[in-house]
């Protein structure tokens, strides 16, 4: 990225490329002057960082295997963000810079991104993110008394823990990010809350709290559908679309709810209309 | 019509068998058995059978799907692409997500059928990101699918060549609007484009595409094995099939039941196992958050497109969200208001703005603090929102707020009585 210095041009655009009445001033002097701040805090702001990006040397190939799966590269950029994730567990300005380096993009294009969407973290996870369901079906059943349960748990005394807050230190065994979530399309199992998107399905407040004192102990409770608990960086690479371990698929995810209605037919003898034996398809005019 | 069970597994059957997501449990219960049909005549006759059977679209919008793939130019002078929309996100839907974790094998199935029809040779499924377990087993089924033959160049001699590709999202209920989905898996923020022109004209890659929901592309293998008239035994005229209603909330077995189009609230309750603890039943949700909600008035109406859209709703999802009396109303809206606002792109006015008062204005209402005025402020920020927005999720965050105001405006009315005495002049003594 270039600064644009006076009389140049922005984004292309030839638009105040002829010389003006500004183009006589010396743009950074200006801005040095007229900012509250010392010349070094202004010059930080202005100046591009260039950060060590060494910490995903080895991420590369993966990186470019995601961009192998697109038509066009810039498709990767999601996938790639989960990638950046799963090494420090969070979206740094480095992780922001290495995708950008990957796919030839701006920083700012890659940032415009990593802040729309609320997987991308952008400070320090936990080794483990509980995530919340409190839209409204879940809260009616209880997901609202779980979240503000786990804030005081997890908190200091009179001091909750807040959305996307840590308990514990970021990244050290034992350390729990927690958030309210939107509804995670689990309502018949209301309320639930995920553990690295592992689905724990019918929870208490009690229940809720035993969870993550079991977390907080290096334990790993399972979860009710899904795979054997891991922590947030590991399923941060399941999401970029790396799977190691093939068992994960045989977690379980048959619950009751799921098979409400299934068991149901089964149990009175119902059945969808029997399908003919053979069916011809329709026949088309040739054109 | 010969009388039909009243839930008619098609697209749950399998999900009582040991290990219903592997291959082996699929190919044992007829699995890959319509691809083999259908790759035996030409597109246009696979889009026909789809045409006939009366399938509309399980997404929310019930577009009929036929004709939504009809739309795809004949030519390949661009590449085609389905992408498969697994975004599930609208507050108490929750079908998608079982089903891809059962059965992941119908959707590739119905992929591989409905990318031929369009003449599609790349297809991606956008799921959403919280939803990992079923990004496995997708990821899983594609594996096995290639392994088998059914993905990959020339699949059965047929010259027809598939690749699925599956995408995590990364949280963002927009992500389900069908351009704002194309928007993210082209690596950008997911906002929605102005249409026209359509995803079939110019969708992914500015390419022809066409987006559908995972339990409409699903329904494909079993039409094709089935025909169109096996489909229509089930359902209505204009809503044929069978649909999987959701049912949550103050029920006794909240679930997965799949039963045909129409069926009504007061059935699926008799097959919840009626209403929790027999606490009565104050106000539901027909298809999810964004759907009008209705009342006890309306245990009988037909839950299919026409039938909703008649009694003043929408089908939606068929995401049944049941509450009892013990459920505020206020509170109830003002918790999805705050859904809305928080999920709202940020891209239009209408909506951006919108949400973010109505939700200050019900909050405010909700603490005790609300004036009768709040409620006319609420129903002209509504009306300045619904049908002015960029995309539908303006319109579904009044949804709440209209229909929840026009059948329990005595509750919000309620909520202003502090106000209301605080304001009461008191009467002078000895004035009458």
């Given at each position: ?84 994730q799963?090494?420090?567990g969070y ?27 609320t997987m991308?973290k952008?400070k320090p996870c936990g080794e483990h993110l509980v995530s919340v369901c409190t839209n409204?079906?879940c809260a009616?059943l209880g997901g609202d008394d779980i979240y503000a349960k786990l804030r005081d748990h997890l908190g200091e005394p009179g001091k909750p823990l807040g959305h996307e807050e840590t308990a514990g230190t970021p990244g050290e065994p034992g350390s729990i990010t927690i958030e309210h979530a939107e509804?995670l399309?689990a309502?018949?199992l209301g309320p639930v809350l995920q553990v690295n998107y592992e689905f724990y399905d019918n929870q208490t407040p009690e229940k809720a709290v035993e969870l993550v004192d079991a977390l907080r102990r290096g334990e790993k409770p399972a979860p009710t559908r899904g795979a054997p608990l891991s922590d947030f960086k590991d399923v941060s690479?399941q ?9 994960d698929?045989?977690g379980p995810s048959?619950a ?32 | ?129 919280e939803?990992l377990h ?299």
């Open positions: 990225m270039t600064t644009s210095g006076p009389g140049q041009t922005y984004g292309g655009s030839t638009v105040g490329s002829e010389p003006t009445h500004q183009s006589t001033v010396d743009d950074s002097r200006e801005a040095a002057v007229a900012s509250v701040l010392p010349e070094a805090q202004t010059q930080k702001l202005v100046a591009e960082v260039v950060e060590d990006l060494s910490v995903f040397d080895g991420i590369v190939e993966r990186a470019q295997a995601i961009i192998a799966r697109y038509p066009q590269s810039r498709s990767a950029l999601l996938p790639m963000l989960h990638l950046v799963s090494v420090q979206v740094s300005h480095a992780g922001i810079q290495f995708c950008a380096r990957e796919l030839k993009l701006a920083d700012a294009e890659v940032s415009a991104v990593a802040t729309f969407y991308y952008r409204t079906l009616a509804c399309a309502c018949d690479l999401l970029a679309g790396f799977f190691e371990r093939e068992s698929v045989d048959q009751t709810e799921t098979l409400a209605g299934a068991q149901l037919a089964s149990d009175r003898g119902w059945t969808a209309p029997t399908m003919p034996e053979s069916v011809a398809f329709p026949e088309l005019e040739k054109k | 019509m010969t009388t039909v069970d009243p839930v008619t597994p098609v697209l749950t059957k399998r999900w009582l068998s040991p290990r219903s997501w592997s291959i082996q449990t699929y190919e044992q219960l007829e699995g890959y058995t319509a691809v083999r049909k259908a790759l035996a005549v030409t597109p246009e006759q696979v889009v026909q059978v789809v045409k006939d059977s009366g399938l509309r679209g399980r997404g929310g919008a019930g577009f009929p799907s036929g004709l939504k793939w009809s739309f795809m130019p004949p030519n390949e002078d661009k590449p085609h692409y389905l992408v498969i929309n697994a975004d599930e996100g609208e507050p108490g839907t929750c079908k998608d997500i079982p089903l891809m974790m059962a059965d992941p094998h119908s959707l590739i199935e119905g992929c591989i059928i409905a990318s031929y029809a369009m003449r599609s040779h790349h297809c991606f499924i956008y799921v959403r990101g939803a079923c990004i496995r087993r997708l990821n899983q089924a594609v594996a096995e699918a290639k392994a088998a033959g059914y993905l990959g160049t020339n699949v059965f001699g047929s010259g027809f060549d598939i690749e699925i590709t599956v995408h995590a999202g990364a949280g963002a209920y927009i992500c389900g609007e069908e351009t704002a989905l194309l928007d993210s898996l082209e690596g950008r923020r997911g906002q929605p484009r102005l249409k026209p022109p359509f995803p079939a004209a110019a969708g992914l890659y500015a390419a022809p595409t066409t987006v559908n929901n995972v339990e409409t592309i699903a329904s494909v293998p079993y039409i094709i094995n089935g025909g169109s008239d096996w489909f229509r035994k089930m359902g209505t005229e204009k809503s044929p099939g069978p649909k999987i209603y959701s049912i949550s909330g103050h029920v006794e077995k909240p679930g997965q039941y799949e039963a045909p189009l129409g069926t009504t609230l007061r059935q699926l309750l008799e097959m919840a196992g009626g209403m929790k603890d027999g606490i009565p039943l104050k106000f539901w949700t027909p298809g999810g958050s964004s759907t009008p909600m209705f009342t006890t008035e309306h245990l009988d109406v037909a839950l299919d497109f026409e039938g909703a859209a008649a009694a003043g709703s929408m089908l939606g999802t068929t995401a049944v969200q049941v509450f009892n009396e013990t459920v505020s109303v206020p509170w109830a809206v003002m918790k999805w208001t705050q859904f809305y606002k928080h999920e709202s792109c940020g891209k239009c006015t209408p909506c951006r703005e919108g949400t973010y008062w109505l939700v200050q204005i019900l909050e405010r209402m909700v603490a005790g603090n609300g004036t009768e005025e709040d409620i006319d402020t609420l129903l002209d920020v509504c009306d300045n929102v619904i049908g002015r927005s960029f995309c539908a999720l303006g319109d579904g965050a009044v949804s709440p707020i209209q229909s929840g105001i026009k059948y329990f405006r005595d509750e919000f009315l309620a909520l202003c009585q502090r106000n209301r005495e605080k304001n009461r002049k008191p009467a002078l003594a000895g004035a009458n």
